[in-house]
C-alpha cells in the first residue's frame, strides 16, 4: 500500500487514513487566511445485513487498496461474510470544477441475495479532531436552524414527541444538505434526493446531529454528524432510527449506490453553503396552473361569493374562521382595484364595486375592529385603500394612532418587548405555556420588524423624524441578529426559526434604504433574503406534484405540543415572503429572487380550488408527506392575489418617492399612481405620475408647506375643505403638514404636478 493517499487542489485537501492494512476514514483541511485548517472526519462507516438465518450482521466498511487519477481517489475492497456471499465496496472521491467541492460515492455489490438493514453512504463528521462539539451555526433545511450551543432534535421548539428530527422523512427536508460553520469556516454535505441508491428505490436516508450524541445516535463524540445511508425512509426505515424494519432486497444486480457533494468555504457560515447548493443545482421549474390575468378574476370570484357575508357585509378570512365576516384589508383593496380594472370581467368589476362599498361602510358604522396581538386597532380605510378610495383624513389619524401606540412601546435598544398577552388563544394562554413560550422582555427579529413596519409607513409618509429614527433603531436591532425568528409568538415560541420575520426584515431595510440612500441596507435585504430558503422547498419528488416552492412555516410545534408544522406548508407565510422578494428583486439583478418568488406564487396557485364551495381558496396547512391538506382550514386567497394582480398587470403596491433637499426636510411623494419622476425647480416641486388603471388617483406629499397654488397637467386644481367632495382638487391637511391631491388621468395615464409655494 502506498504511505499515503492524497486528493487536493488549491483550496482543499483529504487525506486518507490506513490503520491495519485498511483505509478507514480521511481528513478534511482547508485553506484559510490563517492557515491549514482541519474541518473533519469522513468515516466508512458500515454494513448491517440478515445472515441465511435471518440473524442481523454487522461489519465495519473494509476498503484495502487504492486508485488514484489526477482529479480522483478509488477506494475498493472486498470481504466475505460467514454464508460465503463476497461483498465488494467501492468509493470514489473526484474533485468538482468548483475548487469548493467534491463529489463523494459509494457502492456496495454482494455476490449473492442479501437483506440488507444498513449501508453507510458519505459521511463527515464536522469538527472532529478541529472544533469538536463548538459551532457557530448548522443548517438542515426544513428541520433545524441552530445557533451556538443549540442542540438538534431538542425540545426547545417541540415537545418530546415531536422533537426527534435526526433521520427525518425526506419530503420533511426542504433543501437536500446539511451544513456546519465554526468562526469562519463552513462544512456541508449536499445531495440529489431522488437519486436511486437501488433498482427504483429512491431517497436515500439522511442523518444529522448537532452534536452527536448517543441519546439519539448510540454513540458520543465532539462533533457533528452529517451523512447518508440506505435503504430509505419510510418504506424501510422509520424516521428517527438508522436500520431497517423491512429489508432491502439487494444482489448482483441490484447493488446499493449512493452519492453525495462534500463542501468546504473558508469566510462562511452555513447560509454560504445554502448558497453554493442553489449555484450548483438548478431550482425546480414550476409553471403557474393558469395565467395570472385568470388568476385575478378566480380571486375575485372567491371574494364575491365564498368570502363574503352578504347579512354582514363582511368577508371571512377562512371558511373556518372563529372571528367570523369582518374588514379585510388586502381583500377589500383587491376589489376596489379590480373594480377600477378595464381589463377586468365588466360583471365582476360592477360587483366589486358595490360589495367595496358596502363592505367599507359596514366597517365605517362599526369601527369595532379585531384587534391586533397589541391590542392596537385596525384603521378604517388603511392607507392603501384610502389613497384608491378617498377617506384620507380618517386612515392617516388611525395610523398616526397606531404609529404613536407603537414607538411608546420600543424599548431603548430598538427592539420591541415581548409579552405575554400575545398569546390570543385563552386556554393556551397558561403559566406553564407562557415559560414555554417565551420570556417577557426579550425580543426576536420577528415580533420587533413587523412592529416597526407600521412606524415605518407613517414614517414614509409623512417624514415625522421620530418615527424614521425609531425604524432605524428597530432595522438596526434587527440587522445585529442572526437568524429570521418568532413572527408568529400568539402561537410559537419567541425564539423558533420563522420563515415570515424574512418578508418583514426585507421589507424594513428596503424601507431604510429609501429613507438614507445607504447600501448596506440592500444588503442586509438580501442577506435576510437567503435565510428564507431553508423554509422553502427547492426540490419536488417525482411522486409529488405539489411540493416545489411550498414554504414550512417554522422549525417548531403551535404551543409546543399542539401542531407539528415539520414537513407541512403554510402557503400564506410563503406568499408574503415572495411579495417581499418581487420588492428586492430590482435591487439584486444577479440574485435568483424573481424566479424564487414566481415559484412560491406558482406554488400557491396550485393549492386553489379551481370550483365547488372552496372556490379559489386554498388550505392553510398542506402536508408535503401525506400530499394533502393536514387538516381543513380554508383561506381567502388575497395573499396570492397580491402576487398575481401585479403579474397580471394590476398594481398593488403604494411607495413613496423621496426628493432629499440640502439642509432641509426631505419631500415624500405617496401616491395611488406609480411616482416616475421628481424635480425641484426653485421652491416649485413637479413630479409625473402614472396611474394605469383608474381614472383619478391621491398623492400625499409631505416635506413642503401650505402651497399657493397645485396645478395638474398645467391647470390649476381648485383648493378644498374636503378631496371626498370633489372629482378633483387639492387639500391641506394642517394636522399632518401634508398636501392632498386628487388628479384626474387621461387615457394615456400619465399627468404632471406642480406644487407653487405661496408668494409664487
Aim: aromatic share 10%; hydrophobic share 40%; glycine share 8%.
Amino acid at each position: 500500500m502506498e504511505d499515503s493517499v492524497t486528493l487536493a487542489n488549491d483550496h482543499l485537501e483529504l487525506s486518507f487514513v490506513q490503520e491495519d492494512d485498511c483505509f478507514t476514514s480521511y481528513v478534511l483541511t482547508i485553506r484559510h487566511d490563517e492557515g491549514r485548517r482541519r474541518l473533519g472526519v469522513g468515516r466508512f462507516g458500515r454494513l448491517v445485513y440478515r445472515n441465511t438465518a435471518g440473524e442481523r450482521r454487522e461489519e465495519p466498511i473494509r476498503l484495502t487498496a487504492a486508485t488514484s487519477e489526477p482529479r480522483s481517489i478509488y477506494l475498493h475492497g472486498q470481504w466475505s461474510d460467514e454464508d460465503g456471499i463476497s461483498w465488494a465496496f467501492e468509493q470514489w472521491y473526484t474533485l468538482d470544477a468548483n475548487p469548493h467541492q467534491v463529489v463523494v460515492g459509494c457502492r456496495a455489490t454482494p455476490s449473492g441475495s442479501r437483506q440488507l438493514l444498513h449501508l453507510s453512504g458519505p459521511t463527515f463528521y464536522a469538527g472532529e479532531g478541529a472544533f469538536g462539539a463548538a459551532k457557530t451555526d448548522a443548517l438542515f433545511p426544513g428541520l433545524e436552524y441552530l445557533l451556538d450551543d443549540e442542540v438538534s432534535s431538542s425540545t426547545t421548539f417541540a415537545s418530546e414527541s415531536y422533537a426527534g428530527r435526526y433521520v427525518p422523512h425526506p419530503y420533511k427536508i426542504t433543501v437536500p444538505l446539511m451544513a456546519i460553520s465554526h468562526t469562519g469556516v463552513a462544512v456541508g454535505l449536499m445531495w440529489d434526493p431522488n437519486q436511486g441508491y437501488a433498482s427504483a428505490w429512491r431517497h436515500p436516508a439522511a442523518v444529522f446531529a448537532s452534536p452527536v450524541h448517543g441519546e439519539l445516535l448510540g454513540e458520543e463524540a465532539e462533533s457533528h454528524l452529517l451523512g447518508l445511508f440506505a435503504p430509505g425512509v419510510p418504506r424501510f426505515v422509520a424516521e428517527n432510527t438508522l436500520e431497517a424494519h423491512r429489508p432491502l432486497n439487494v444482489s448482483p444486480g441490484n447493488p446499493v449506490t449512493l452519492e453525495a457533494r462534500l463542501v468546504a468555504l473558508a469566510d462562511a457560515t452555513s447560509i454560504d453553503v445554502l448558497k453554493v447548493w442553489v449555484a450548483t443545482c438548478s431550482l425546480p421549474a414550476l409553471d403557474p396552473p393558469q395565467s395570472y390575468r385568470e388568476n385575478a378574476d378566480l380571486c375575485v370570484r372567491s371574494y364575491l361569493d365564498v368570502a363574503w357575508d352578504a347579512e354582514a357585509r363582511g368577508w371571512h378570512h377562512t371558511l373556518s374562521d372563529p372571528w367570523g365576516p369582518r374588514y379585510e384589508p388586502r381583500v377589500i383593496a383587491q376589489l376596489w382595484r379590480y373594480g377600477q380594472w378595464p381589463a377586468g370581467n365588466t360583471q365582476l368589476r360592477a360587483r366589486a364595486r358595490e360589495q367595496v362599498r358596502a363592505g367599507l361602510a359596514q366597517a365605517l358604522d362599526t369601527r369595532q375592529q379585531e384587534a391586533n396581538a397589541s391590542g392596537h386597532k385596525i384603521s378604517v380605510p388603511h392607507l392603501e385603500l384610502a389613497l384608491h378610495y378617498g377617506l384620507l383624513g380618517a386612515s392617516l389619524h388611525a395610523l398616526r394612532g397606531q404609529a404613536q401606540a407603537w414607538m411608546r412601546e420600543q424599548g431603548p435598544d430598538g427592539s420591541w418587548p415581548w409579552r405575554s398577552d400575545v398569546i390570543q388563544h385563552g386556554s393556551f394562554n397558561t403559566e406553564e405555556r407562557q415559560r414555554i413560550m417565551g420570556q417577557a422582555g426579550e425580543s426576536s427579529t420577528g415580533l420587533t420588524a413587523n412592529r416597526a413596519l407600521v412606524v415605518l409607513r407613517w414614517a414614509q409618509v409623512t417624514g415625522d423624524p421620530s418615527a424614521e429614527q425609531a425604524t432605524l433603531r428597530a432595522v438596526a436591532w434587527c440587522n445585529a441578529q442572526r437568524r429570521p425568528e418568532g413572527a408568529q409568538t400568539w402561537e410559537l415560541h419567541l425564539h423558533v426559526p420563522d420563515v415570515l420575520a424574512v418578508p418583514y426584515l426585507i421589507d424594513i431595510n428596503l424601507a431604510a434604504y429609501e429613507l438614507t440612500g445607504d447600501p448596506s441596507y440592500v444588503v442586509a435585504a438580501e442577506r435576510w433574503a437567503w435565510t428564507g430558503l431553508p423554509f422553502t422547498y427547492l426540490w419536488a419528488a417525482y411522486y409529488r406534484p405539489i411540493m416545489a416552492y411550498g414554504t414550512v412555516p417554522v422549525f417548531g410545534v403551535t404551543f409546543h405540543d399542539v401542531q407539528s408544522w415539520f414537513g407541512v406548508d403554510v402557503h400564506w407565510n410563503g406568499l408574503v415572503y415572495a411579495d417581499a422578494l418581487f420588492r428586492l428583486a430590482p435591487h439584486c439583478s444577479e440574485g435568483p429572487w424573481r424566479g424564487i418568488a414566481l415559484g412560491l406564487t406558482a406554488c400557491g396557485m396550485q393549492q386553489q380550488r379551481r370550483d365547488g364551495p372552496w372556490l379559489g381558496m386554498y388550505p392553510d396547512a398542506f402536508s408535503v408527506v401525506k400530499g394533502d391538506e393536514d387538516y381543513t382550514w380554508w383561506l381567502n386567497p388575497n395573499l396570492i392575489g397580491l402576487n398575481t394582480f401585479e403579474l397580471a398587470g394590476l398594481p398593488l403596491d403604494v411607495a413613496t418617492a423621496i426628493l432629499s433637499r440640502d439642509g432641509k426636510p426631505s419631500i415624500r411623494i405617496t401616491s395611488s399612481a406609480q411616482v416616475t419622476d421628481v424635480q425641484m425647480r426653485g421652491e416649485e416641486v413637479a413630479c409625473l405620475i402614472h396611474e394605469p388603471v383608474a381614472e383619478r388617483s391621491h398623492t400625499l406629499v409631505a416635506g413642503l408647506s401650505r402651497p399657493g397654488r397645485v396645478t395638474c397637467e398645467g391647470e390649476e386644481l381648485p383648493a378644498t375643505e374636503s378631496l371626498d367632495d370633489v372629482e378633483a382638487g387639492w387639500q391641506w391637511l394642517g394636522d399632518f403638514d401634508l398636501i392632498a391631491i386628487k388628479a384626474r388621468h387621461t387615457s394615456i395615464g400619465s399627468v404632471f404636478l406642480s406644487i407653487v409655494p405661496l408668494g409664487s
